[in-house]
């Protein structure tokens, strides 16, 4: 059916109010059949009070987990991965309960502990402890398996960076290559993505970018700049740096099946309930919104940045939001309206 029209003025409200809730910045972009249409609030530097635009790049945090599957589903497609093989046939003698398969990975059903949950117990200084440090990806599998599993494979969702540590290990083994090489070749090359980058170790975010602040614990603290940092804590699961324009043409791409065949596009968007409104596939999220419509994409919560990235079924409409701080929940909440306002359209109240 037809979708409705976006609300722009919505959407630009949904910005206002987020940056009356602390984010020095905010931006969204939405690409519907062609037509381009955005908005944007505040500043790309606190400091400079440079105003923010779409032209600037930034952190995508856990969007990157949908890249490390669309690699992974390629791979599939070569016939080099099967999904329900146990991750142990690839990566032999790696995780504790060799029952575990790669869609259990990829679904966040694997029991695997989260080691950022430890890591980032206390925002500040669990930052500051790891913005300059180069990680294995073993060092973090090793800072998961210190915990105990949180439940049976294949049992329940609950939602795992370790997961995507895992996926990382398996593209490299898989590939012989490193993964930017094959986030390059596979998706940023064919794509055109001129934004979009994997720099891990390195700190810096490549040309025209939004500066990101984390939020403090303590009420009243400054707000720490957080731009430059390694990333390698999050590496294969959150470490790709982007554009609201490149988002939506990777979302596009992807749900518009030519990134993957027809038959693993149908296996990411494969669901598991989450809560009453969202589900989650393999490296995909789905929203349903208040209008009825389901949206697939996938959101990042880094530090100094929260990301939004969805779009219909088909690709055809597409959103990317991003606020410029984290470890703001207010923020957090807010942004999910730009989705009403891409997808819904007004509200008529
Ligand atoms: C599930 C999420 C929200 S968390 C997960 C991943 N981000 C992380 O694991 C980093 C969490 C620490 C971020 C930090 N928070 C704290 O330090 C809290 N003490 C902040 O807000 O800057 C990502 O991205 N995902 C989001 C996702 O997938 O939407």
């Known amino acids: 059916g037809t979708l409705p029209k976006p609300d722009l003025t919505g959407l630009q409200r949904v910005l206002a109010t987020a940056y009356r809730q602390g ?10 059949h062609g037509r381009i249409q955005w908005a944007a609030m505040g500043f790309a530097d ?15 945090g856990s969007v990157t987990k949908t890249f490390t599957t669309v690699v992974l589903m390629q791979l599939a497609d ?5 999904l329900d093989a146990p991750v142990e046939r690839y990566l032999p003698g790696l995780l504790p309960d060799r029952t575990i398969t790669v869609r259990e990975l990829l679904g966040h059903r694997s029991g695997l502990y989260d ?33 105990g599993r949180t439940g049976a494979p294949g049992v329940t969702y609950s939602y795992s960076n370790t997961n995507f540590v895992v996926a990382g290990m398996l593209v490299e083994k898989l590939t012989g290559h ?3 090489t094959e986030y390059e070749n596979r998706i940023f090359k064919p794509l055109k993505l001129r934004d979009t980058f994997y720099v891990v170790p390195g700190t810096k975010i490549p040309g ?31 470490a790709v740096i982007s554009s609201t324009r ?9 749900l518009g099946g030519r990134l993957t065949s027809h038959a693993q596009l149908q296996q990411m968007e494969r669901m598991v309930p989450v809560d009453s409104t ?48 984290s470890n703001n929940v207010a923020v957090l909440n807010t942004m999910m309206g730009t989705l009403e306002s891409a997808f819904c359209g007004k509200q008529t109240k």
């Open 23 to 32: 984010a020095p910045g905010a931006v969204a972009r939405i690409d519907d």
């Open 46 to 60: 606190r400091r400079s009070r440079r105003p923010i635009s779409n032209a600037d790049r930034f952190r995508i």
């Open 78 to 82: 070569e016939g080099k991965l099967r």
């Open 115 to 147: 080691y950022t949950n430890a890591m980032f117990s206390k925002s500040v200084p669990g930052f500051e402890a790891v913005r300059t440090k180069v990680f294995t990806y073993r060092q973090l599998l090793n800072r998961s398996l210190w915990h």
């Open 178 to 180: 490193s993964v930017r």
């Open 208 to 238: 025209r970018h939004a500066r990101g602040y984390l939020a403090p614990d303590r009420a009243g603290a400054p707000m720490i700049d957080a731009t430059e940092q390694t990333m390698s804590w999050a590496q294969s699961a959150g």
């Open 246 to 254: 490149d988002l939506n043409t990777f979302f596009s791409a992807l």
């Open 278 to 325: 969202q589900a989650y596939g393999l490296g995909l999220r789905r929203r349903q919104l208040s209008c009825g419509i389901s949206v697939y994409g996938h959101t990042g919560a880094v530090q100094g940045y929260y990301t939004y990235a969805f779009a219909t079924k088909d690709g055809r409409r597409s959103l990317t939001a991003v606020a410029t701080t």
